[in-house]
């Protein structure tokens, strides 16, 4: 694996803390970024009610990050 947005989501390895097997590479963990990102969003403008994603809902990882982002 050089590169993989999820490789749990998509079952390469297991978990992040017992991948399993013998796999090498890196991965964005960008999922979890986008949680905390909205919460410092949140922190920095109170007033804020609409935050806009430009993704491709197409592709598993990022509609995975889309319903990560709206809380499901």
Known sequence: ???HADPVA?????SF???GGN?????LQAREL???QLQL???I???LTRVAFLRNPTIPFD???LQTARGR
């Open 10 to 14: 998509s079952g390469l390895v297991a």
């Open 1 to 3: 694996m050089a590169n």
């Open 63 to 65: 509609l995975n990050e």
């Open 17 to 19: 803390a017992k991948p």
């Open 41 to 43: 969003l949140k922190e």
């Open 34 to 36: 986008r949680v905390k």
């Open 45 to 47: 403008l109170p007033s």
């Open 23 to 27: 796999v090498t590479g890196l991965s």
